[in-house]
């Protein structure tokens, strides 16, 4: 338990310390988020409010390494600060040019799926055959060929990473979101970084509650996503991540069916993609839409973890 309370708090700390830093900072510079001119209406008055908050998750993620008592820990903190570091970048360019789009998507991509090829390459060295890959529900296992492995475990990083980046579009719905799915991959892969940011993420929320006072901006949801991810590798929880990450699957693919219905019909599925865009333009408020999205996760998370035990329980 110990092991467990000490990055959280840690993490907890370090984000009631760093964010309203970048608060005070962004607002002394006259800083902040361009709202897309394509969005909802209603999000005009978000114009200018301060973003970077994903810096304290990074923060947090570094003050987990102190905790660890392994090298995969490492591992996962070069994962998770790699994507961070991409998302900053991406937010100092929005910030520092005024407008809202920062760097290109082919760039962010191209960078997730560097990063998430150094990491699994790493990760790898050492350990099994080059040959096979052991992927275990529980204590229930299945060897997967190289290959599938790595093509699996790189379109988890980049995907979840994504993922989250476009769930990241209504007050504290990314963060809130994710703390299910993180805290039971944390206990899965006993990573002190996944508590280090769990616990930030939690402290984030008080912030990043509506009406948002900080956004966490690419630096933040593409650290969590890549960090969901990796620790679902390393618990050897690959194949249950779309389960308990369900909520984020599902805003991945409504923009893939949006995209795709207007491509192919020249008609929309949804008035507006991500999903809880729909629902915003539907009538329903953010706390609404929050406490929707924020039950599923729950329920999810939990079904992973029944589905997880009927196989044979943790690893």
């Known amino acids: 338990m110990t092991s467990t309370i000490w990055p959280f708090g840690a993490g907890f700390i370090a984000c009631a310390i760093v964010v309203p830093y970048l608060i005070q900072w962004q607002r002394g510079r006259h800083l902040g988020q361009q709202i897309y001119e ?17 810096l ?13 008592g392994g090298a995969n820990d490492t591992k996962l903190f070069v994962l998770a600060a790699g994507a961070g570091a991409i998302g900053a970048a991406d937010d100092f360019i929005i910030l520092f040019r005024r407008r809202a789009l920062g760097l290109k998507a082919r760039w962010k991509f191209a960078l997730l799926a560097l990063l998430a090829t150094l990491y699994l390459s790493w990760l790898q060295s050492g350990s099994s055959p080059l040959g096979y890959r052991e992927v275990w529900f529980g204590t229930t296992g299945l060897v997967l060929p190289a290959w599938l492995w790595w093509v699996l ?9 994504n993922a989250v980046n476009l769930t990241d579009g209504v007050d ?18 006993l990573s002190s970084v996944s508590f280090a940011v769990l616990g930030a993420c939690t402290a984030f929320l008080w912030f990043n509650r509506h009406p948002a006072k900080i956004f966490m901006g690419d630096a933040g949801s593409l650290l969590i996503g890549a960090l969901l991810a990796g620790a679902a590798i390393q618990g050897r929880w ?7 990450g369900v909520v ?15 491509k192919l019909t020249g ?49």
Do not use: C, N, Y
């Open 267 to 315: 008609k929309r599925i949804f008035k507006m993609s991500p999903l809880h865009h729909h629902f915003e333009l539907s009538g329903w408020s953010e706390g609404r839409i929050m406490a929707a999205f924020v039950t599923v996760s729950v329920v999810a998370t939990i079904a992973t973890l029944a589905f997880a035990a009927a196989l044979g329980g943790f690893a």
């Open 172 to 189: 504290g719905l990314a963060t809130g979101t994710a703390l299910a799915p993180m805290l039971v991959l944390a206990l899965t892969s």
């Open 56 to 68: 304290a998750f990074i923060a947090a993620a570094a003050l987990g390494l102190i905790f660890t």
């Open 38 to 54: 394509d969005g909802p209406k209603s999000h005009a008055v978000k114009q200018g409010t301060p973003t970077l908050g994903g």
């Open 153 to 161: 475990s790189l379109s988890a990083i980049v995907g979840a990473a």
């Open 248 to 262: 984020f699957v599902i805003e991945a693919l409504s923009v893939i069916a949006q995209v795709l219905s207007f």
């Open 238 to 244: 690959l194949l249950l991540l779309p389960l308990a």
